[in-house]
Each structure stands twice: as C-alpha cells, then as structure tokens.
C-alpha cells in the first residue's frame, strides 16, 4: 500500500469521463488516491471494502476537477512588448508591427541576450500564478530564439521549470516561428540551415516533446512547414502547428494530414480544414487571448468544430505580444463569452481535451489509474470556473497524490 493512500470524501466530483452526465458529475463522491495514482472513484455509497480502512479527508462538500492543463503557452521568453502594445492602440495592425521589425522578432532580441538562469526565473514567476489556479501540467513552446544555442536554451529553462515546482512540463520546439533578421526575405534557407539542425539538436539532448510552426502569411508558408515536419516525423516526434490565425493558407489541414496532435488558433478555419481534423483526430485548441488582445473579429467556427465533433481545448497562448494573458481561469471565461463555448465545453477544454491535445493518456479525468492530480474548488457547480471574472475559487491543489 502506497504511504500516502487515503480517500477524500464529502466531495462533487467533476470526472470529465462520461458524455453522457454533464461533466461527468458525482454528486455525492469519494476519490481513493494511492501513491501517486486515483485507484477507485465513484458514489461514495459504493466504496469498495478493500478500501474502507484507509485513512480519511474530508473536503466539506467541494468540488473536485482533474487538474487544470495549458496546453499552447509561449511563458519562457526574454523582455515584454508592452510598448508595442501600445502602438496597435494607436492603430497599428498586427501585421504592421511585426513587418516594422516587432512582434516575435522583437523578443527574439530579448531572449538571445538572456542567460538560461534569467529564462528561468522569470518564466517561474508566470508559472507560480498559473499554479495558483490549479494547473497541474503546462505545455512550453520553444521559438524565441531562432538559432540553436538560444532555442536549446529556451528548452532547458523549459524542462527545469519541472525540477523547481510541482507541475508537469511539455516542451515544444517551435524554431519554424519566425525568419530572424540576419535571414530576412530567406525563409528557405533559414528553414534549412537553422530551424531543422536546431530541431535535431534538441531533440538529441532530449529536450522535445513535440515540433509546432507557424503557417501564416507572416510566417511560413504550408510547403515550408511540411518540410519541418518530414524531419519532425523522421525523429519520432509528434506535431501541432499554429494555423489560420490571420487566414486560411491550409494549415490545419496540412497538420491533419500528419496526423497532428493540434490545430491551434483556427479563427480562419473552413469546414474542409475541420472535416481534416475530425478525420486524423486533431484537436482544436482555441486561443481567446491572442483574439481579445488583437481585437480580431473573426472568431473560429466553433458550431462547424461541434458538427464534426473535433475535440476543442483552450489555453492561454501566453507570450510576450499578442497574448500576454497569464490566467487559465479567465480563459475559460473568454471562450464562453467570446466565442459562445459552453461552460462544460471550456472545463473539458482545460482537462480532457487538452490533454489530448498534448497527447497525455494519464490525466485530464478523473478516473482509475489516472495521476492523482487534483483541483479542489470552493464552488457549488462547475460552471462558477468559467463565469466569474477575475476571482479565484482555488481551494487546495493535489500534484501526483501529494496536497
């Protein structure tokens, strides 16, 4: 028997398991924890008797979710762009700033001359607060670097995120995010000579997960994508791309067609991209801040997304320009205001289906063999996590068994 073994009762559990309860709810439930896994939940009127003996919390009639997960965020960066923000106030477009030298090209400058203890610190000052709202697993993508040393080092301070605070970190190379200025008007070149040595750089210390890009007009176009992505495929690693932020350049469908993990973004998705999607069992993650913060006004097609049942996750998208946006919970309230998902839609956004989204099979639920990571909440219902705004209903956190 595991030491730390014990039931929580006198608890509602949100299990996120069955469509067929909205989320998947137990009113009256109990949760048995054994080392580090969930070994039973269920009624507590049916609590197994090989059960009964181990030692009891009582959580006074909360509620219980799994873990909350981000699973599209930018959080290790070097400098802000607050400035920049500033000018798209003045009426600046997203595209104006970022041909004018801005956007992601500004924090590449930023982050080359930040050390890999400086990447950190600051990176864990933004995770402590998503910790905070009962985030129990945090994707990182790379993609502020754009030359092997500093992307290598941004993964570095990704993964050591893990080793200094409770929570899970995916990480992500994303080199095919931006063309550097030292490679302007030479995004071929800059594909082949830096992005994908890069790619197998990190991938041969062990420092990726998956492989993200950025299809857009901005960025890169599908056939240059495809060609990280042959690589990616080669070296065993999933994908995900940035897709039909700004237009509809096929992406989605590209990623599809690779059997992508994601599809993020999408507010430029047609029903042909979504059918892709449905068909390789590609999640779309739905990315309210970039939205809000850009003021965009074409919302992705979240009814075409529900017909062909593509699982939909949120996140933060978390980055320094177009999404400085360090709430998970305010998340959820901006997919159901912004763009009319349901309260359940957004819970199951930030637990089953982002993990999903990353590819995890061991959390995301509540349920047998599943990480015992949980999200205690001083609520009455589940929908009170995405209608309230600016308040945090948090009561405790269980990472891997351990409160």
Known sequence: MAENSRVFT???AATMESADTPYGMIE???IVVQGEQIAWVGPVAALPEAHSDLPRSS?????VTPGLIDCHTHIVHGGDRAVEFEMRLNGASYEEVARAGGGIVSTVKATRAASEDDLLADAL???DVLIAEGVTVLEIKSGYGLDTDTELRMLRAARAIATKRPIRVKTTFLGAHATPADYAGRDDAYIDEVCIPAMRAAHAEGLVDAVDGFCEGIAFQPAQ???VFDVARELGLPVKLHA???????????AASYGALSADHIEYLDEEGVIAMAEAGTVAVILPGAFYTLRETQAPPIALLRKHSVPMALATDINPGSSPLNSLLLTLNMGCTLFRMT??????GVTQHAARALGLKDCGTLAPGMRADLAVWDVKHPAELAYRIGFNPLHSRIFGGTA
């Open 125 to 127: 000052r933004r995770v």
């Open 343 to 348: 309260p359940e839609e957004a819970l199951r």
């Open 225 to 227: 994508i495809a060609r």
């Open 10 to 12: 006198d608890l509602k």
């Open 28 to 30: 009256d439930a109990a």
């Open 59 to 63: 959580l006074e009639g909360r509620l």
């Open 244 to 254: 039909e932020q700004l237009s509809n350049l096929g992406g989605a469908k590209l």
